[in-house]
């Protein structure tokens, strides 16, 4: 069996990307364990964006099982050409788009409490921060899965521009054409909704 090809030259090679492609190869050997130790390692962060593109948890803890499935059974079509990393989460966010398309009801419910901001022991500024993040999960729920992916995968998941476009499969600029009517539509949101509650 060939080895799973390293990230092309112009990624930075980390820890963690050679700790990833080590363990993908692996899995496509059948090493359970591994494939246990990376499913733990991914469902925390996989559920954040997921839970944010789907809004429904039960959504997203099926497309997290699915996408961690595919993993299992087709990681030898890793090709090298981004970090493991970007692959996997390409992979969640197609099969949450799909899962979207099937469950056209999934509706405007806001995020559950494991996306808790953290807050100063002021309950004012708890109570404000509370407001805040009701204003925010409001408006992100209020996006577009494409517009809504981008600005999660940017601010929560620290992707650059080109992973994004690794993962959503369009081109870097057109990343950058969603990520700039997301702000517009966000800044917008938050302003009626601030006028709204005023």
């Known amino acids: 069996m060939d080895p799973i090809p390293a990230p092309e030259s112009g990624l930075a090679e980390s820890t963690e990307d050679a700790r990833d492609v080590a363990a993908l190869e692996a899995v496509v050997r059948g090493s359970r364990a591994d494939f246990d130790q990376m499913y733990r390692r991914y469902y925390p962060r996989l559920m954040d964006f997921l839970i944010r593109v789907v809004n429904r948890r039960d959504l997203a803890e099926e497309v997290v099982n699915d996408t961690m499935y595919t993993v299992w059974t087709s990681g030898s079509a890793f090709a090298g050409r981004s970090k493991v990393s970007t692959w996997i ?110």
Do not use: W
Request: charged share 25%.
């Open 89 to 198: 989460f390409g992979i969640a966010y197609r099969k949450a788009l799909k899962r979207l398309l099937r469950n056209r009801h999934a509706g405007l419910e806001s995020l559950d409490d494991t996306h808790e901001l953290v807050a100063e022991e002021n309950p004012l500024h708890e109570a404000d921060l509370a407001q805040l993040k009701s204003a925010l999960n409001t408006a992100l729920a209020r996006l577009s899965p494409a517009h809504r992916s981008v600005v999660e995968l940017t601010y929560l998941l620290d992707y650059s521009y080109e992973e994004i476009a690794d993962i959503v499969g369009c081109p870097v600029n057109t990343v950058k054409t969603r990520m700039f009517h997301a702000r517009a539509h966000l800044r917008r949101l938050l302003g009626a909704l601030a006028s709204a509650r005023g």
